[in-house]
Structures are given as structure tokens and as C-alpha cells.
């Protein structure tokens, strides 16, 4: 098990990484509807630039946390456990931070019938992930709502299929030329992921706190 009342600073620093990320997904989601209502322009970059920030300071605080792990008397399995759970959540951000970079860089301009769905898919991304941080603090803790937390991130990812699925439709049944077709889809269907990520995360979550509790 984890014996946290012996390894605060880790349990610490667990706490700040997670703020961190969420902070990225707050900012990503910021930057998305931004996106979506006025286009690429410079206060886009900036706030790429801004999403991009956070995530690198919670790249840190993993580093930070993987050091910390390796000088504390933890057994082999459970750090092992714990390294799996922050690196599977870590592609979560990771990837957010990456798909306004590419935004930014390509000047994207979203197709504006995608507007009002893009900004929900952006929204119900963030909320999974702040389940899947809380699972993560519980897992760590009383293990009293992981399952919970992991059907409300489940109910997110469902939801955000059904928003890629429509979004693709729209994309399909217009009249933008193939290749926009592709290059709006591929926008879609890149920022769906993040629900994906975060479903893969919180089955890790799940898996771990089964593992505490034999």
C-alpha cells in the first residue's frame, strides 16, 4: 500500500502536479473557444503560449515526483503503480498543449457550424479530467469514490463521442472542399482523444486501487 503518512512530500507533490494539470486543461479549454469565436489570431498564440506553460511546469513536478520516489523507502510496486498512473495522465495536457501549438502554428479556422459542439467536446474534457485527478487523489487516500469518479468519466467520454460523431457529420455533409473535409476532421477528431486519454488514465486509477485493497 501506499504509506503516505510516511512520504508527505510525495503526497504533496502529487497535489501540485495535478493542479497544474488541471490548470493546463483550463487553459486549453480558454483557448479553444477562444479558437473557435475569433480564429488564430495573436491572442490565440498567446494563449497557446499560456497552456503551453502550465504544462511544462507539470512536466516538472512528474520529474520532480519520479526523483522523489526512487529516495524513498517505497516498495518496487508501488512505485511502479504510481509512475503508470502520472504517466498515463500526463498525456492528457501533453496532448492538449500539443493540439494548440499545432492550431497556432497551422492557423486553423474552425469550421464555424462546429463552433457551439467543439466548445462542449473542449468542456466535457476538462470536466473528465478533474474526475480523473479526483480519482487519483481518493485512490491515494480512502478509496471511497474511485468507481464513482470512473463512471463519471465514463459518462463524459460517451458524450464525447456523440460530439465527434456529429461533428464529423457536419464536416462530411458540407461543401468544403476535400481537403478542408480532412483538415477540420482531423481537428475534430485529434481533440476527442482527450476523453480517451483520460478514460485510459482513470481505468489505471481503478486498476490500482483494486490492487490496494487485497
Known sequence: MFAFEKNRIIASKIETYLQEAISTMDSYQDAIVYLSEHGPDEHF??????????????????????????KKSLLPETREDLLVILENIDKVPTLASRLLSFAAVQKTVLYPPLKQDIQAMA???????????????????KRERVNAL???????????D???QRMVEIIFNSKLSSGDK????????????????TQDAVDRVVITAVKRQI
Open 45 to 70: 498564440k498567446n494563449q497557446s503560449s499560456k497552456t503551453h506553460r502550465f504544462e511544462c511546469r507539470a512536466d516538472d513536478i512528474r520529474h520532480e515526483i519520479e526523483l522523489e520516489m526512487f
Open 123 to 141: 468542456a466535457i474534457s476538462v470536466q473528465a479530467f478533474a474526475h480523473c485527478a479526483d480519482a487519483v487523489r481518493d485512490c491515494l487516500g
Open 150 to 160: 470512473s463512471a463519471k468519466v465514463d459518462d463524459c467520454e460517451h458524450i464525447g
Open 162 to 164: 456523440e460530439l465527434e
Open 182 to 197: 480532412l483538415l477540420q476532421k482531423e481537428f475534430v477528431v485529434e481533440n476527442a482523444s482527450l476523453c480517451d486519454l
